[in-house]
């Protein structure tokens, strides 16, 4: 089955700090990498999102960077602020766009 | 505003009940989706829907059931053959199956006791 494989679980960065989420993924019948950001009791909403074209795309304070000989992504947060405190998930949506595959999540806790 | 709807927030089903949760769209978006959520196991597809009377099966589709008649609902319904239904359940839609961004619903948290 296909999977993206997201590490850490969860992350304590103190305020200022620079939170990074690591993704990985087995397979390259992936087109479209989202991240999505959730609040507890709420639905996920995206964050920002990368096509394997390109190697890094940057929002803001978000950055994804994305390796695709070495089938990596991740999500760099910059300046982290106590608001960003939430879990993040990583996806990958299968060529032809009929499944988006979710890695597990990180719980991001930024300290005040 | 545009936006999902889902209801209820929390629901509880006692086991050998049927149970149906409803989503609801205004964003006129052909596809929609139902995903479940555990603990440590990010989102799983259970049925996703293109069009309106067309849905197809999931990762884990055993023990549900949905139907599209409208093209701003989706419905679930979670049956008594799923073994372990307790989770968060969120529904989500796109422009199209090939739509970039899901827009998900603030999901049901069903309980069974």
């Known amino acids: 089955q296909q999977q993206v494989k997201q590490s850490p679980q969860s992350l304590i960065v103190q305020k200022g700090g620079i939170s990074i989420i690591n993704c990985a993924y087995e397979n390259t019948a992936f087109d479209y990498f989202p991240w999505y950001q959730q609040f507890p009791g709420k639905g996920p909403a995206l964050l920002i999102a990368i096509r394997p074209d390109v190697s890094e795309k940057k929002e803001g304070r978000f950055t994804i960077s994305f390796n695709k000989s070495a089938k990596q992504f991740s999500l760099h947060i910059m300046d982290s602020q106590p608001g960003d405190s939430a879990t993040y998930f990583c996806?990958?949506?299968?060529?032809?766009?009929?499944?988006?595959?979710f890695g597990a999540g990180t719980r991001l806790f930024v300290k005040a | 505003d545009g936006g999902i709807t889902q209801s209820p927030k929390y629901l509880f089903r006692k086991e050998g009940q049927n149970v149906t949760l409803s989503c609801e769209q205004n964003l006129n978006h052909d596809a929609m989706y139902w995903y479940r959520q555990d603990p440590g196991q990010g989102l799983r597809l259970i049925y996703y829907?293109?069009?309106?009377?067309?849905?197809q099966k999931g990762d884990i589709a055993e023990g549900y059931s949905v139907s599209r008649e409208k093209k701003e609902s989706f419905p679930l319904t979670v049956t008594s053959a799923q073994k372990n239904p307790t989770a968060f359940y969120l529904c989500a839609s796109s422009i199209g199956v090939q739509g970039n961004e899901q827009f998900f619903g603030p999901g049901t948290r069903l309980t069974v006791l």
């Open positions: 996806a990958a949506r299968t060529t032809g766009g009929f499944k988006t595959i």
């Open positions: 829907s293109q069009i309106v009377n067309d849905f």
